[in-house]
């Protein structure tokens, strides 16, 4: 599995960011993570590839959507109304059992998401 993410960048408060994951040949749990310097990772929203179910955390609900093109190979993260809390390093993760977080054990290098 290789997960490859692109499309972060900085952005003024209020504006919006996709962020794309290319996972090539995987099936299973996809998540979105982020990580904000001097804080935990924390999961941002995670999608079964099986049943498209979705989940986002609280701090994002509303305002991210995760999406999946299986066609591509690709997961998506649309991010709206951002905050500079939103401020963080974002993980495209991938899970071939459960969402549950501790089984996520593939991840990619990471795309940097600056909102001033």
């Known amino acids: 599995v290789q997960l490859v993410e692109s499309g972060g960048g900085s952005v003024q408060a209020g504006g919006s960011l996709r962020l794309s994951c290319a996972a090539s040949?995987?099936?299973?749990?996809m998540a979105w993570f982020r990580q904000a310097p001097g804080k935990e990772r924390e999961g941002v929203a995670v999608?079964?590839?099986?049943?498209?179910?979705?989940m986002y955390a609280d701090s994002v609900k509303g305002r991210v959507t995760i999406s999946q093109d299986s066609a591509k190979n690709a997961l998506y993260l649309q991010m709206y109304s951002l905050k500079p809390e939103d401020t963080a390093m974002y993980y495209c993760?991938?899970?071939?059992?459960?969402?549950?977080?501790?089984?996520?054990?593939?991840w990619g290098q990471g795309t940097q998401v600056t909102v001033s």
């Open positions: 993760a991938a899970s071939t059992s459960s969402c549950r977080p501790s089984d996520f054990g593939y």
């Open positions: 040949g995987f099936t299973g749990c």
């Open positions: 999608i079964s590839t099986g049943s498209g179910r979705t």
